[in-house]
């Protein structure tokens, strides 16, 4: 029987999960998230992604493939996640019917997304705005936000459902001169920001020792991850304490908003210099005033908050658009489930220390209440 601690499955769902980013492959009705495992195992990482999504019973037992011994088994055994139910519907509707697109294939009910693959399919622009009738990505989209008469409700539905603009292009955001500023390439924070942070710590070494300087940016840099959630979490996604008007709805999709609607644009994903200086400028004064007795130990502070800043914002661009080294595997999938699952939970970035000590942790693929 299936065990009350882990969750149940539909056939559907785990057909859906048939990627490298998310593989899951079921023995009978039992369930099992092989992803991380595939590099390991010593047939290769393919032979596990061409069984993705599939029943994998058959093959174990293949003589002429190669049958498995119970340590394969039991290597298993620290892979399931659940079990298969064809009477489970997860976030169905009212009426019991599940989620699912004109293929058949199971959709989370909030995001419309089955996998972290479909975050990079292009979106059909004009059967979009059809069906949603919230924004046409062929013309400026600020001044849609603005005009559009959304309610708040709406433009939250909406704007945490993924698009994707036409091979991961930029689609237009101002749509005139003001559009370039929009846009910023990876690579201009750190070779805009580093040189700013080691000035800051030479100039901090002037009036402290090294050893000293070190410490205090080692404090920053911690700082800094407290700081990266709480933003995350409490300004970004201030989502339920929005006020229902349009200057706030254009003030959050300018802010964060963009980034769910188009989280693969590779041009709005980290952040503009000039909206750095200004979320950063409170910062500075505040390190000043708590270590008002030294001006070099609160220089050191910032200095380590905004290197853990860039770390970040390189980091999070990573994470969407480059295949990482094995030990960041799990952290791309994890925040990419942050967009195609379930946004309001998995607020960590770069880790999920404080997702873990604030019960915040995305650990299931389907939300349950």
Not at 155 to 180: I, K, W
Request: hydrophobic share 40%; net charge negative; aromatic share 16%.
């Amino acid at each position: 029987m299936p065990s009350r601690t882990l969750p149940t499955f539909s056939r559907a769902e785990v057909e859906s999960h048939s990627s490298a980013d998310s593989c899951y492959v079921t023995i009978g009705e039992k369930v099992y998230d092989v992803t991380d495992f595939a590099d390991d195992h010593p047939g290769g990482s393919s032979l596990v992604f061409e069984y993705a999504g599939k029943d994998i019973a058959n093959i174990l037992k293949d003589p002429t493939s190669h049958e498995h011994s119970e340590a394969a088994y039991e290597v298993l055994d620290d892979s399931l996640v659940g079990f298969v139910t064809e009477k489970n519907i997860p976030n169905g509707d009212a009426n019991g019917s599940a989620n699912t697109d004109e293929t058949g294939v199971y959709v989370h009910p909030r995001t419309g997304m089955s996998c972290a693959e479909d975050l990079s399919k292009d979106t059909d622009i004009g059967m979009d705005y059809k069906k949603h009738k919230f924004l046409d990505l062929n013309r400026p989209l600020l001044l849609q936000v603005w005009n559009g008469g959304f309610s708040k409700e709406f433009y939250l539905d909406q704007v945490h459902r993924p698009r994707h603009y036409r091979g991961g292009d930029s689609a237009p955001l101002f749509g005139n001169f003001l559009e370039p500023l929009s846009k910023t390439p990876w690579w201009v924070v750190p070779t805009l920001w580093l040189p700013f942070v080691a000035l800051g710590l030479y100039k901090s070494a002037d009036g402290l020792p090294v050893i000293n300087v070190a410490a205090y940016w080692v404090f920053g840099l911690f700082l800094w991850t407290l700081i990266e959630y709480g933003m995350h979490r409490f300004l970004f996604h201030l989502d339920g304490y929005l006020p229902d008007n349009r200057v706030f709805l254009t003030l959050h999709f300018l802010l964060h908003g963009i980034h769910h609607y188009l989280p693969m644009d590779k041009y709005r994903l980290v952040m503009p210099p000039a909206l750095f200086v200004v979320l950063a400028t409170p910062f500075w004064r505040l390190s000043h005033a708590v270590f008002s007795y030294s001006w070099y130990a609160a220089t050191a502070v910032f200095c380590g908050g905004v290197f853990g800043y860039i770390v970040y914002d390189l980091t999070h661009y990573f994470l969407h658009h480059e295949n990482l080294p094995w030990w960041y595997k799990q952290l791309k999938k994890y925040h990419l489930q942050h967009h195609f699952l379930d946004y309001e939970l998995g607020f960590g970035v770069t880790s999920k220390f404080w997702d873990t000590i604030f019960g915040t942790e995305l650990t299931t693929s389907i939300k349950t209440k």
